[in-house]
């Protein structure tokens, strides 16, 4: 451990927890990320309520969160410009939790997630997020965008009538007629604006623009429009300490295990991907451990202050990056302006209508999305576009964990099987020694093409002395090493002797430690190792 900790230390990149870019402080970039945090944050207000609706908790329960979240990442997190706060895809979790235990188990839980999340950042467990391919990464994109999308409709239902349904807030009736169609002009008028306003000044963030003129309009003429107070108010206090009022038990424990687990890798696998699409569009990479931990920090913490705790926010991380946000100062004036809006600004906030921050959100939808993809779907390999097509319809339909898991297994098999169809061998008759025959292998040797490996040969009517040659082939697994131990037995079996010749090092490691190499050799330029299989003894010697 000491030395994972100390591996962690050296790998911190530094260089990302600065607060302003390389090009130096400057008044106009202060103003950007000011503007970029205010927008963020205004945004993030229906998004905190919605999802805290969803886990059925208070809505302060998902404003603290998103405050708290917010604001531990943007200082520690592995990405500057990228947002946190509470999340659908952790509150459809938390939902079940909170109606068969309570909201105090729920406050246990994301301490424990924050716990495990810290303990997946030390032991550098984010590195593995490069394992995803990028056809689930597109896949990933699109879905998150559709449900970015569909999570606005809720927006469209009449306020005020939506009900518990034990799974969160559900229901209510759709708007119709004039308040539908006004909803639908704010909207569209919101998106024209975002669209114009870079087209005619760079001094105030797009997004920002939109919420602000369509504000002024619908409070100027005082529109009868669904505004964010409908939802729910946003008055508090600030958060206060508060210990999860649930028993020290190993009941406890079992109870909030699994879902401390689920929504770890959750939030783990929503961050590091949402982490990977900033890096992509602001030209970053690395932080991936960092992110775990930050991510683990805030989540600890959050539970401690009476927060749903969270992860990060592909929409406000796009808002941020698109708005002009690459810094840490535009994460931590969304945080601190969200807390300024619960504090004294909620009278204000409450009156925002639902339309602009809809028409925002439609925007962020519109820029997620992978338009590319649908006119690479013909161009790329079949399973690709299959793998594409899969995840996103499983990020819908279930959550984002469950696709980018099995976008992972989809694409994996298929790499194996692929894998394993290359396997072949061309024969000769070998110059070093007479009468033998030369089976040259390509292709690597493991699970997948053992069988394949198998079939190669000729035992019946091969003569005395078989060479396999593995100069183009790699042996890669325990399935690979019993696949030649067979073969030799059949050999041994019809009175032919069997030769190794060409293997890697790594394949003589592998062999060496499986305990079937016994005489090292030197003897082979290229791969300095060159063995025999002695039929008689089933051990490998130098050759």
Known sequence: MRATLHNFAKNLDVTDLRWMPDDGFSIGRLRIELLSGLTVALALVPEAVAFAFVAGVHPLVGLYAAFLVGLIT??????????????????????????????????????????????????????????????????????LAIVIFLAQMSQFKVPGTMVDTGHGMGG??????????????????????????????????????????????????????????????????????????????????????????????????????????????????GGASQECIAQGVAN????????????????????????????????????????????????????????????????????????????????????????????????????????VVVGVIVSALAYAWNNARRIHASTRDSATEQGAKVYEIHGPLFFGSSDGFAELFDVENDPDVVIVDFADSRVVDQSALQAIEAMAAKYEAAGKRLQLRHLSRDCHRLLTKAGHLMVDSDDDPDYELAVDYDVRTGVLGGH
């Open 74 to 143: 943007a200082l520690i997190g592995g990405r500057p410009g990228m947002i946190s706060g509470a999340t659908g895809a952790l509150a459809v979790v938390m939902v079940a939790l909170v109606a068969q235990h309570g909201v105090e188990y729920l406050f246990a839980t994301v301490v424990l997630m924050g716990l495990l999340q810290i303990f997946a950042g030390v032991m550098q467990w984010g590195k593995f997020i490069r394992l995803v391919p990028h056809p689930v990464m597109l896949g990933f994109v699109n879905g």
């Open 172 to 285: 209510g009736e759709w708007l119709s007629g004039q308040p539908l169609y006004m909803m639908l002009a704010l909207v569209a008028a919101t998106m024209a604006i975002i669209w114009i306003t870079p087209r005619v000044t760079r001094l105030i963030p797009a997004p920002l623009a939109g919420i602000g003129i369509i504000a002024a309009l619908v409070i100027g003429f005082g529109l009868d429009v669904p505004r964010v107070g409908d939802l729910a108010s946003i008055q508090g206090g600030l958060p206060e300490f508060h210990i999860p009022m649930v028993p020290l038990t190993w009941e406890t424990f079992e109870i909030i295990l699994p879902y401390a687990v689920i929504l770890a890798a959750i939030g783990l696998i929503e961050s590091l991907l949402t982490l990977n699409l900033v890096g992509d569009l602001t030209g970053k990479r």
């Open 300 to 403: 600890t913490v959050t539970g401690f202050f009476g927060g749903m705790g969270g992860c990060a926010m592909i929409g406000q991380s796009m808002i941020n990056v698109k708005s002009g946000g690459r810094t840490r100062v535009a994460g931590i004036a969304a945080a601190v302006f969200l807390l300024l809006f619960i504090l004294v600004g909620s009278s204000v906030i409450e009156l925002i209508p639902l339309a602009a921050l809809v028409g925002v959100m439609f925007m962020v939808v519109i820029g997620t999305f992978a338009w590319n993809s649908l006119t690479i779907l013909r161009k790329v390999p079949l399973m690709d576009a299959f793998v594409i097509l899969l995840v996103t319809v499983v990020t819908v339909m279930e959550d984002l964990a469950v696709a």
